[in-house]
């Protein structure tokens, strides 16, 4: 299947794609081919093969993953049992990165929530995005003082950062260290973008002094009000990657902020039973090179790809692919058009947030 890539889309337009890809998922699913989500969640190990990422964040698959050791000095997974601690040897590499470069910061430490599937692809829950290796959501909440268990990384639950009744930060639990946390994610080169809750870019905003370009970065979404989702790109040797379209140098603390402070983005979804794109998405939705990815061979064992500062990860074969890339839609029918992380925020006039102080 083709879909036809928009580069600027208009809102409406947006709308009438998601149909398109919604229709032409259900068309697939109908067809009782199994589903991508069913075949990449079975799988248990990473594809042994050198590290590369095919398709979009949203609509794709990876081999060469490495899985993030489940403890550091400076960091601990949650929510072991989900298996999704697998990225792109980057990917791992710069969560490392980051939990080092934070604790000398301050911060006492990352919990880690997920990264990709051992072989990335759709999930059977939670998010669109996360299918090559190169997304992961890290939580707001400093590692605690004490080791957790595996039972209390199953179960502890998350703080809100942000009211759900005015999307605003929590002024009670938010402190100078969060905003350096996301600065300091915000550094690196290779970081594209992050996705937080309005209420936390909206507090960053407000608050900022200084340098304030890496603000261009730290992107308002849904969600996002206990973790903070950190994006990389595509990285060299996967020529089959789709980047995502690069962010403004603008700092985002204008208009399209001030949209999501309006009625609009919060309006109830009308078809919340609707399926979900990666509940229809078969192989064929998926960069053909992405059923090789499914039938390689496992990684030998476990402790073979845990990501050891850089150890990990032997290549022992390679795929060949001679096509280019299919053109993949970035769309979501997951939800209502102007939901799509990968759709532009409509500019509409809208009251703008407070002036940013000391100016
Ligand atoms: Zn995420």
């Avoid at 248990?44 to 899985?67: D, E, H, M, N, W």
């Avoid at 502890?156 to 002024?171: C, G, N, Q, R, Y």
């Avoid at 096509?323 to 409509?346: D, K, L, R, Y």
């Amino acid at each position: 299947m083709k879909l036809r890539s928009l580069p600027e889309r208009k809102p409406f337009l947006t709308a009438a794609l998601a149909l398109v890809t919604l229709a032409a998922l259900a068309a697939a699913a109908i067809s009782a081919e199994p589903r991508a989500k069913d075949l990449f969640g079975a799988r248990k190990l990473p594809a042994v093969a050198r590290a590369q990422s095919f398709g979009f964040y949203s609509r794709g698959c990876f081999t060469g993953g490495v899985a993030l050791p489940m403890d550091g000095p400076t960091w601990e997974v949650m929510r072991p049992s989900r298996n999704r601690r697998w990225g792109h040897p980057a990917m791992i590499a710069l969560i490392e990165k980051l939990s080092r470069d934070a604790a000398a910061d301050g911060w006492p430490g990352l919990l880690i929530g997920d990264v990709s599937q051992p072989r990335g692809g759709p999930m059977m829950t939670g998010h669109a995005s996360h299918q090559i290796g190169l997304d992961a959501d890290i939580w707001l909440t400093p590692m605690p003082k004490r080791p957790l268990t595996t039972a209390q990384r199953e179960t502890m639950s998350a703080t809100l950062m942000v009211d759900e009744k005015t999307h605003l930060v929590k002024e009670a639990l938010w402190t100078p260290q969060h905003t350096r946390l996301l600065k300091r994610a915000a550094s690196y080169p290779e970081v594209e973008r992050i996705l937080v809750n309005p209420g936390i870019k909206k507090k960053l905003c407000d608050t900022v002094t200084g340098d304030r370009t890496w603000l261009r970065k730290i992107r308002p979404f849904w969600g996002h009000d206990y973790h903070f989702h950190m994006r990389i790109g595509c990285q060299p040797g996967s020529p089959f990657c789709k980047a995502q379209e690069t962010t403004t140098d603008d700092d985002g603390c204008g208009k399209p902020l001030a949209w999501w402070f309006t009625e609009e983005p919060w309006r109830p979804n009308k078809n919340p039973d609707a399926p979900k794109a990666r509940d229809l998405m078969t192989m064929a939705n998926l960069p053909k090179q992405c059923q090789d990815v499914l039938n390689a061979p496992d990684a030998p064992s476990l402790e073979a790809v845990t990501y050891q500062g850089g150890a990990a990860a032997v290549a022992v074969a390679e795929p060949q692919p001679t096509e280019p890339a299919e053109t993949i839609s970035s769309g979501s029918a997951a939800m209502p058009a102007a939901a799509s992380a990968f759709a532009p925020t409509p500019k509409i006039g809208i009251p703008l947030p407070r002036p940013r102080p000391g100016n």
